[in-house]
C-alpha cells in the first residue's frame, strides 16, 4: 500500500486548496469528498479582495473572472446611513506581509462566485497540480494506532471499504467535521446566537457593485454572481427564525421591503428568480482544537462562524496557505511536526484572530445599532480613508483593535458630532430602537 504524504478529508474551499498547494511543491496528497463537482453547498459566496489575491497567487484568478462579474467598491447602508468604499490596495499589502511573509498577487477586487463554479476550480487545479482526487467517496473511520492518526477508511459508492494511509491526516470536511466527531474534540468558545440567512438567484436587473443594507435587526445583500444573475440574500436574528420559516417567500420580500425598499422594488418589478430560495438556520460559531498526534484540521472544521460578514471562503484559503507552509516544512525535513503546527496554530490564534471572531458573533446577534454606532457611521461619511478601513476591518483585512481603539473612536466622534445632529436617524432614536425590537414576522 503507498503512503501519502497527506489525505485530505474535503475537498472544497479549504480542502482542495490544501491539496492544490501541497501537490504544488511536490508532495503526495489524496483528497476525497463524498459529494461530486460541480455542485452548490448551502452558503452564499461572496468572496473580498484577499479571497480573491489568494486565488491569484495561486494562478486560478482568471480563470474566475472569466466567468464571474467583479467590482472594487461596495455600498454599506446601516440604518440610512450611506457609505461607499473598497478595501485599500496597501492594507491587503500589509495583511499578506503579515500572515504569509510576502505580498504576491494582491488584487483589490471582489466577487460572488457560485460554489458550483469555484469549487469545481479549485479541485480541477488540485488534480492538475498532481493530487489525487476521489469524489463520491465517504470516509467512514480513522485508523488510530497508539493514540496517532494513521489513515482512513471509506468507499466510493456502492464500493468496497477501502483503506490507505498517510503521514498527516487534513480534516477540511466542514463544520459537522467527521474527524472532529471521531476524535471527540471539544468545541469551545461557542456563540449559540447567530443569524437566520435566506437567498436566491434574479435575473433582469443589473445594479452595478454589492449592496449591504441594514436596518434594526434585519439585513440584505445583493451582489451580481454568474450567469448574469443577483444572488439576493436576507438576514435576522435568530430568534425570528420560526416565524420568518413560515412564510418563506413572503416573509423573504417583506424583509427587502423593510431594509431597503429601494431593492425590494427592484426585486418585485424587475426581477425573476431563477432557483428556490435557499435558506438556514445553523450558524452557531465555535472553535475546535487545530491538530494532534497524526491529524490537523483547516476551515469550518476547525473555526465555523456566521456568514453575516461572508468571510469563511477566505479564511480557508487563509488556513489552506498557512498550514501548507507549515506541513511542507516538515515534510522536507526542515521543521520537527510540533514545530510546524506551533507555526502554524500562533498564526491562526493570533490577538487579532480572537478579535475577529468576536466582532462578527457580536454582530451575528443582530442588535439594532446604538446611538454612538450610528454617531460613528454619520462620522465615517466624507471620510474616505477612514470609510475605507472601516470596510477593510468588516472583512478581515485590517485588525479589529486598530480601527476601534479608542483614540480613533473619540477622533471619529468628534467629527460626528458636528455632523450628526441633523440627521434623520437620530430624530426619534428612543422610538425608533423600540420599534427595531418588535418581531416583523410574528
Ligand atoms: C448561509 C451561509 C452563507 C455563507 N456565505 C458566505 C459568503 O458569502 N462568503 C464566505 O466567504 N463564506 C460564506 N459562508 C461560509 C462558507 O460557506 C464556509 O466557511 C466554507 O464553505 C468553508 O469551507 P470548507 O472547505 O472548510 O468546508 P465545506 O465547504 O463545508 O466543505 C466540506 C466538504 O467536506 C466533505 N465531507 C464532509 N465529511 C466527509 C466525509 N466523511 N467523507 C468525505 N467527505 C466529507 C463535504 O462533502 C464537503 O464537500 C457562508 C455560510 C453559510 C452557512
Avoid at 500572515?99 to 479549485?122: F, K, N, P, T
Avoid at 479541485?123 to 496517532?148: P, S
Avoid at 449591504?212 to 436574528?237: E, I, K, S, Y
Amino acid at each position: 500500500m503507498q503512503l501519502y504524504d497527506a489525505i485530505v478529508i474535503g475537498a472544497r474551499c479549504s480542502g482542495a486548496s490544501t491539496a492544490l498547494l501541497l501537490a504544488q511543491r511536490g508532495h503526495r496528497v489524496l483528497v476525497v469528498d463524498r459529494s461530486s463537482f460541480p455542485s452548490d453547498v448551502i452558503s452564499t459566496h461572496f468572496l473580498w479582495p484577499h479571497g480573491m489575491s489568494y486565488l491569484n497567487r495561486w494562478g486560478l484568478l482568471d480563470e474566475v473572472l472569466a466567468v464571474t462579474p467583479a467590482h472594487t467598491t461596495v455600498e454599506v447602508v446601516n440604518d440610512g446611513i450611506s457609505l461607499t468604499g473598497s478595501v485599500p490596495t496597501e492594507l491587503l499589502r500589509e495583511y499578506f506581509r503579515d500572515l504569509h511573509g510576502d505580498d504576491a498577487g494582491v488584487v483589490q477586487s471582489y466577487a460572488s462566485v457560485r460554489r458550483r463554479v469555484l469549487d469545481e476550480i479549485l479541485v480541477g487545479a488540485a488534480a492538475k497540480a498532481g493530487a489525487e482526487v476521489r469524489t463520491n467517496f465517504t470516509v467512514r473511520e480513522l485508523i488510530v494506532e497508539n493514540g496517532q492518526v494513521i489513515g482512513i477508511r471509506g468507499r466510493a459508492v456502492d464500493g468496497e471499504l477501502v483503506e490507505e494511509r498517510a503521514r498527516i491526516v487534513v480534516g477540511a470536511d466542514g463544520r459537522n467535521s467527521f474527524v472532529a466527531r471521531t476524535l471527540a474534540l471539544p468545541k469551545y468558545d461557542e456563540r449559540p446566537r447567530c443569524t437566520f440567512a435566506y437567498w436566491s438567484y434574479w435575473s433582469g436587473f443589473d445594479l452595478g457593485p454589492a449592496q449591504l443594507h441594514r436596518r434594526g435587526r434585519l439585513a440584505c445583500a445583493v451582489a451580481p454572481t454568474n450567469f448574469d444573475q443577483n444572488m439576493v440574500l436576507v438576514w435576522g436574528p435568530s430568534e425570528w427564525s420560526r416565524e420568518f420559516r413560515g412564510d418563506v417567500p413572503g416573509n423573504y420580500q417583506k424583509a427587502l421591503d423593510f431594509v431597503s425598499p429601494e431593492l425590494g422594488d427592484v426585486v418585485r418589478s424587475r426581477g425573476t428568480r431563477e432557483e428556490r430560495i435557499y435558506g438556514t438556520l445553523d450558524q452557531s460559531a465555535f472553535l475546535r482544537p487545530l491538530h494532534g498526534p497524526g491529524w490537523v484540521l483547516v476551515g469550518d472544521a476547525e473555526s465555523a462562524k456566521d456568514q453575516c460578514t461572508a468571510i469563511g471562503i477566505t479564511h480557508a484559503f487563509r488556513d489552506a496557505e498557512l498550514v501548507s507552509a507549515a506541513l511542507d516544512r516538515w515534510l522536507r525535513g526542515d521543521a520537527s511536526i510540533d514545530e510546524a503546527m506551533t507555526a502554524y496554530g500562533d498564526r491562526r490564534r493570533s490577538q487579532n484572530a480572537a478579535a475577529y471572531h468576536d466582532y462578527v458573533c457580536t454582530l451575528a446577534e443582530m442588535r439594532p445599532y446604538r446611538h454612538d454606532e450610528l454617531q460613528l457611521f454619520v462620522a465615517l461619511r466624507g471620510n474616505q480613508q477612514e470609510t475605507d478601513r472601516f470596510i477593510a476591518t468588516h472583512a478581515d483585512v485590517a485588525p479589529v483593535s486598530e480601527f476601534f481603539q479608542a483614540s480613533n473612536l473619540f477622533l471619529l466622534n468628534d467629527a460626528a458630532k458636528e455632523s450628526s445632529a441633523d440627521h434623520a436617524v437620530f430624530e426619534d432614536f428612543a422610538e425608533t430602537s423600540r420599534s427595531y425590537q418588535q418581531n416583523l414576522f410574528a
